[in-house]
């Protein structure tokens, strides 16, 4: 069983004296960046001069500076950023600007795992991921709650990689629910795994199909909108809140015994088989040369796909139905 850090088994002082650079202020940024300032720690943002989020940030009361400053003047140098633009932002402003003894610090560890950021080796290598997004972070931290968070460590120069990497889940709020430990590897294939074959890919490929079942079958769209999609959110609230179990307790007897009986027919062994596969190409790394060389050709495969799903029917209704409930 996972060891589990609370806010007793972390000592915030471990930061004293150092400067949280936050390097980008979208919806995870200016959350962990308010949380931490919050709880006392001195943080510079690091932004692109300029841009929309320079001004946002200035006017939420944080110093602004240009990147390649603010890498020089953090001790612990955090980047929230998307994946996809960090190594050029690391090499064009962060690399020459690293100290003996700072430490470089993730919420995803993408860019460790596939080697597509090399740091130098006298600094510490720290990820401090929330399991939420921004807005949650956020909302929970001022609640006095928090979202639970992973801390990892790829390299120790300093005795206290883990310490800082505690310090700031905790100044994030998260070990007041909990923090796991994990790395930057496991971290990384997971979170890729999940959102490939059931968080996002797989949720949304199963939704689609359903719904054209019903409507090729001459039922009305609004009507499988609502079968299909609508109401997951309803069961998916039950899936957080009480597990897959607990969901079960929550529906109707009908709905369980069809459930329990019909659906190991739409997930056959021969669908988990695919699971594996889409696994294996994670762990090699196959899947991140695909996306790191999808993104240097400047997205044509995902700018296809985003146009065509545009125009799956299941938008247009949704659309229009949201629009009607006022979602």
């Not at 700072?102 to 130098?120: C, E, M």
């Not at 991921?129 to 972070?137: D, E, I, L, N």
Request: hydrophobic content about 40%.
């Amino acid at each position: 069983m996972a060891r589990i850090y609370y806010d007793k088994d972390v000592d915030l002082d471990v930061l004293k004296g150092e400067t949280i650079a936050v390097i980008g202020y979208g919806i995870q940024g200016s959350a962990q960046a308010q949380n931490f300032r919050d709880s006392g720690l001195e943080v510079v943002l690091g932004l692109r001069e300029g841009g929309a989020s320079w001004e946002r940030a200035s006017r939420d009361g944080f110093e602004v500076l240009p990147i390649d400053e603010a890498a020089k003047r953090g001790t612990i140098v955090h980047m929230l950023i998307p994946d996809e633009a960090q190594p050029e932002v690391y090499r064009k402003y962060i690399h020459a600007n690293l100290e003996e003894g700072n430490a470089l610090s993730f919420s995803h560890g993408f860019n460790i795992r596939f080697s597509q950021i090399v740091p130098p080796s006298n600094v510490d290598v720290i990820m401090m991921a929330p399991k939420g997004p921004g807005a949650m972070v956020r909302r929970e931290y001022e609640r006095g709650s928090g979202v639970p968070a992973l801390i990892a460590v790829e390299q120790d120069y300093t005795g206290k990689a883990k310490e800082r990497a505690l310090a700031l889940a905790k100044a994030n709020g998260a070990t007041r629910v909990g923090v796991l430990e994990t790395t930057f590897a496991e971290e990384t294939e997971t979170d890729l795994f999940g959102e490939q074959v059931d968080l996002c890919g797989g949720s949304a490929e199963l939704v689609k199909a359903a719904f054209e079942t019903l409507v090729e079958a001459g039922y009305q769209p609004e009507v499988a909108y609502f079968e299909c999609l609508h109401e997951l959110k309803l069961i998916v609230d039950l899936y957080y809140r009480e597990g897959i179990e607990g969901m079960w307790r929550r529906v109707s007897n009908t709905a369980e015994y069809g459930g329990r009986t019909r659906g190991k027919r739409i997930i056959k062994p021969e669908v988990k088989q695919e699971m594996k596969k889409i696994l294996r190409e994670i762990q090699s790394g196959e899947f991140a040369r695909e996306w790191i060389l999808e993104n240097r050709a400047g997205l044509p495969v995902l700018n296809s796909l985003r146009a065509k799903e545009k125009e799956h029917p299941i938008e247009e209704v949704g659309r229009k139905l949201r629009e009607m409930m006022k979602l």
